[in-house]
């Protein structure tokens, strides 16, 4: 086993000058929290929201309460239902969950990997008010049959872009085609506050509901009056000085990884039966994670794994289905008669390599050597 300071790990955030300055900056002027102590935060949210081309930004603790808060702003709860992939992390589902309302799972497509706009319809009830499609990996959902069937059955559209911060579909930016749009900064996402999250929309009246929701209900007439249950999912002033720098190298955090999903694909398009991400027409695909799903001839999956962290490179296995989640499995939250087949079978099969933007070029040729050797190995 390789010693720690030489594995490759799966993400690594790249910070600079830059970060240090502005967290500096704020820690010596004591403008640490949010809006009334620091400027770094508003800058913040104007910056992410133009990036997914919306007119409102709204910061919150984590992608995680961004979900949440996005399902509180559109007033859903006990009753209602909401789409979601069941290949995902398990905060969208939880997002859902927290309000009250019913997650209803929705198989994944197996190209893109991301929710099949073909299977939406049959899920569909009088109970169903939104569908949440997560762009996957970096890779943007088929979102015009999804928009079409939103707008024919008037139910909201809650984007979880939180892995794919700068992918485009037909033009427009991940995040700024539904009601609502979510992302996240945490450590490994395209652009990283440590923690943190971002509601953006062109809404104006959800704009104004998600920024009263996400700060304790506080009035503008008497402070300290409550009329609603709210809730403190304040970024600090402080992280968001971390994401200003952060948003001056998203582009070419982007780029790196386009660069390096490029050359994974140059090496990787040899090993016969091993799917690659895919990126489609009029599509731009951010590689957040470079994700492969190994064939019905390949070595099990943990055994590929096993062998790559011998050779001091860390892999990461997609996510677990949410039907298959003992949480939800308890609370009887499951697949329909049919099952979901597609997602289980990439929640078997399927790992993602290391996608730091700071990989090179030999540590890239290595990490395929090594994988192509395991695969080998049956």
């Not at 969208?92 to 009250?100: H, I």
């Not at 299977?119 to 970096?138: D, E």
């Not at 009029?282 to 390949?298: E, S, T």
């Not at 001091?312 to 939250?333: A, C, D, S």
Request: aromatic share 6%; charged share 20%; net charge positive.
């Amino acid at each position: 086993m390789k010693k720690s300071q030489d594995i490759i790990r799966v993400s690594e955030p790249c910070l600079g000058p830059e970060e240090i300055t502005n967290v500096t900056d704020c820690l010596k002027r004591g403008m640490i929290s949010g809006y009334i102590q620091g400027d770094y935060l508003e800058k913040f949210e104007q910056l992410v929201s133009e990036s997914c081309g919306t007119k409102h930004g709204i910061a919150t603790t984590s992608g995680t309460t961004a979900l949440a808060l996005a399902v509180a702003t559109l007033n859903l709860g006990p009753g209602d239902e909401i789409i979601v992939p069941a290949l995902t992390n398990i905060a969208s589902a939880f997002a859902v969950v927290y309000s009250g309302a019913k997650p209803v799972f929705i198989d994944s497509e197996p190209v893109t990997w991301n929710l099949n706009p073909e299977l939406l319809r049959p899920l569909i009830s009088t109970k169903t008010k939104a569908i949440m499609p997560v762009h996957l990996y970096g890779h943007p959902v088929d979102m015009d049959p999804v928009l079409k069937i939103a707008q024919e059955y008037n139910l909201k559209i809650i984007e979880d872009a939180a892995e794919a911060h700068g992918a485009e579909y037909h033009g427009k930016r991940a995040g700024g085609m539904g009601d609502i749009g979510c992302l996240s900064f945490f450590s490994n996402k395209i652009a990283t506050t440590g923690e943190g999250g971002m509601l953006v929309t062109n809404d104006d009246q959800i704009a104004e509901r998600a920024r009263f929701l996400k700060n304790l209900g506080y009035s503008n007439r008497e402070k300290f009056l409550h009329t609603e249950l709210a809730f403190n999912y304040r970024l600090t002033n402080l992280q968001a000085a971390l994401g200003v720098a952060q948003m001056s190298r998203l582009d070419k955090t982007i780029s790196a990884k386009r660069k390096i999903a490029e050359l994974y694909s140059k090496r990787l398009r040899q090993v016969k039966g091993l799917q690659l991400p895919a990126e489609l027409p009029r599509v731009k695909n951010v590689y957040w994670m470079y994700g492969i799903v190994l064939g019905p001839d390949h070595p099990d999956r943990q055994r590929v794994r096993d062998g790559m962290m011998v050779a001091g490179i860390e892999t990461r296995n997609f996510f677990y289905p949410m039907h298959l989640q003992p949480v939800f499995k308890k609370m009887g939250i499951l697949a329909g008669n049919s099952g979901l087949p597609v997602a289980e079978h990439l929640g078997e099969r399927g790992l993602y390599l290391p996608s730091s933007p700071k990989l090179t070029e030999p540590q890239i040729e290595r990490i395929c050597e090594t994988l192509i050797q395991n695969l080998k190995n049956k």
